[in-house]
Each structure stands twice: as structure tokens, then as C-alpha cells.
């Protein structure tokens, strides 16, 4: 009997079923046949974070986890500059010092940025910020705080072929939070890149971007006159303005993924900045740990020279009636070009059995050489044509003192104190 009865029951649930199901499509093909595509397929689907939170609200959230531990540097600089005395001079060679000169002192202020990069006090930045030019010493570092406080600080060591400098303070009791470095290897075009920095002392600025490319290679200028070719350099479109060299660049997650460094300096190239990645910044600074007062140099070959293009007037002043080279506007003393006896006023015909006549490539070419290389030089001196075999020193991190800046420092300042 039991049989009987269900049997019914399941045939009847089976029928309803089908019946149910036919109804739903006519009611879904009369009333949504318009969310059809053209092909009458369903219409995409928006993907919706699984946390429901927005990208938006998550660099929101980065910034405000990070932007304590972001510092201002700030720097008083006590220098010398050289105003050359010979307006004939300045005018064919440019003005870059050049020539006999009056040496006068100056004092000036710089700044930049920098993060917490440990517990200790420890704070990483460029060397550039740290690495005044024209030979100038810091004589007052200072890091501000987001919370506005100014506290003393010292430089510990800083590499200038990597530009990555760390600075200290000491026993300072608010430190925040050091910040965290990401794996740089891990990184991909098109993600969210943000930088925090200080630029132009406008306080705790923030730039948004993506990580444009990787491992980008850079000739950024120096305060020499030359040129450091950084290579696997990041590339970002997070806007990086003077001041926030040194500041982090951070990813949705508010790990640091670089160090902002540079940008393009071209009325006709927007948003190119460069960041050195968080890899590089780990292990240079694992680095200055360990050599504390180190001033690493950059890795470079120096000739120790200031070079001039062959204009008319420079070749009328020097007496050079030959065709093709560079002129060598300014030697620095102790270098390995003023040991060689180069001296200003020559012409460089050949650098090993090649003619240059463009600064350029004749810079360029020095400074694919390592400290230690030799080169060989074919010289017009006064008239005279010679050969010199040099031995190339390492571009310094502070800029050469000239010979004639030299001259100038050894007079003494009141002529009746001379000896």
C-alpha cells in the first residue's frame, strides 16, 4: 500500500518540476531579453573585490599606515664657488668655472626625503641628499617628523654609484614604525605605485601612479659634471618632484617597493619618473651597516678633466689651428690627468687610437672604464703633439677642487700677511 501511494506522488513532483522550469525560461526570455548581448549571450559581469573594499580605499589606507614614518631632510651647507674673473674666458668656455677665478665662500640650504628603515633610529634616503656639490660640507642635518618635530641627525654611510645614503637619529623616543620593503622581483607593469615625499618642503605630498617598467637603465647627471649610469632602476608614473628624492615608493599594501630618485628633465617627456627598487635599497644598506662612515664611490673611471667644444673662439684663444677634438677647459687637482700633466688649454686628438669630437662620447667612453684601467691620450700642448698613458682614477663623490681653485685657496686673504 505504501508503494502504491508514492508512486503517484513522485510522478506528480516530476511533472510539476518540468512544468516550473518551462515557465521560468518563457518569464526570463520575456523580461531580461533586453540584458541579452547581440548574440543574445549573457551580459558580462563585473568583477567585484571578494573584501569589497576599492582600490581607492586601499591606497587610502596605505598612505595613512605609512606616511609617519616618512621624514623631510633638511641641510645647512657651507661651500665655496668659484666666479671666474675672465668675462673672455666665461664666454668661450662656457662659464662652468673655467679659467682664473675669484674662489668666494657661500651657505646654502637643501632638502629631500627619507624613511624609517629599522627600530634603531636608522633612517635611508639618496646620496644625492646627503652628498652636497661644489665640495660643500653639511654642517647641520636635521629630519622632521610628521608630527612636526625637528631632531639632529648624522650621516652613517652613503654609496653614491648605488645613490643610497643612511643618516641616524639618536635617542629619539617617537620613532615611528620602520617601514616594510617588498620583493622587488615580484613586481608588474600596470600595478598601483605611490610615492610620499617632501618636495618642494610641501609636507607629506602624495603622488599616484603605476610601475611603468622594470629594470630600466638611466644616465642620471652629477654635481662633477658627469654622468652615473644607474641601471635596474624602476620606472613609474607617480609624478617625482624635487624634494621627494629619497621618499618611498609603496604599492597598494603600503610596502615599499623603491626609493623615488629622479625624473626625466624634458619639456617633452611627462610622468617618466625612476625609483631604485627595494632589493637594491635592502642590500646597499645591509651593506653601509657594516661600514659605517664609508663613502663608497661610484665605480667609475676619472680623468680629473672639465672638456670644451672646439668653437671658433675657443680654438682663437688657445692658439689650436687643427682640426677635430676636445679642449680641456679645466684640470683637477691631484687627478689622474693633472699627475699626467695635462693641463687647461690642450686638446685631446685621441683617447686609444680614437678620434672624439664630441664631449659626449668622449665622457661616456671614460666612464665605461673601471678605477684602475689605463687609457692613452694624444695630446696638442701648446704646439706640441704627445702621447700620455694614464692611469684612471675613481669618480669622486664630492666635486675635485680645480687647479685654479687651488691657487686661489692658497692666497691669503690680506696680501700684507704674506710671508
Known sequence: MVKNRLLPTVIVGL?????????????????????????????????????GVSDQDRIVSAVKRTKSSVVAITEEVNGQEVVPADPFFQ?????????????????????GSGFVIDSRGDIVTNAHVVNPPSGGKITKLTAVF???????????AYNVAADVALIKVDNYAKLPPPLDLADSTQLEQGQWAIAIGEPLTLEGTVTVGVVSAINREEPIPTDNGGEIDFKGLLQTSAPINPGNSGGPLI??????????????????????????????????????????????G?????LGIYMADLTAGVKNQIGYEGEGGIAVQQVFSGSPADQAGIQPGDVILQVDGKTYNDIKSLHDYISSKK?????????????????????????????????????????????????
Open 15 to 51: 511533472v510539476g518540476a518540468v512544468i516550473g522550469s518551462f515557465v521560468m525560461m518563457l518569464y526570463a526570455s520575456s523580461h531580461f531579453g533586453g540584458a541579452m548581448g547581440p548574440d543574445r549571450t549573457p551580459p558580462a559581469m563585473a568583477a567585484v573585490p571578494l573584501s
Open 91 to 111: 664666454q668661450f668656455f662656457g662659464g662652468q668655472g673655467g679659467g682664473p677665478g675669484i674662489v668666494q665662500p657661500y651657505k646654502g640650504e637643501a632638502s
Open 146 to 156: 610628521a608630527n612636526g618635530d625637528h631632531v639632529p641627525a648624522h650621516v652613517v
Open 251 to 296: 604599492d597598494i599594501d603600503g610596502r615599499v617597493i623603491g626609493m623615488n630618485q629622479s625624473t626625466v628633465k624634458s619639456a617633452y617627456a611627462q610622468g617618466i619618473g625612476f625609483a631604485i627598487p627595494s632589493n637594491t635599497v635592502r642590500f646597499v644598506v645591509a651593506s653601509l651597516e657594516k661600514n659605517p662612515g664609508a663613502h663608497q
Open 298 to 302: 661610484t665605480d667609475t673611471g676619472f
Open 371 to 419: 678605477p684602475g684601467d689605463s687609457i692613452r691620450l694624444n695630446v696638442w700642448s701648446q704646439g706640441v703633439k704627445k702621447f700620455v698613458a694614464i692611469k684612471l682614477g675613481e669618480t669622486p663623490a664630492e666635486q675635485p677642487v680645480s687647479q685654479d681653485q687651488e691657487q686661489q685657496q692658497e692666497q691669503p686673504e690680506d696680501p700684507e700677511q704674506q710671508p
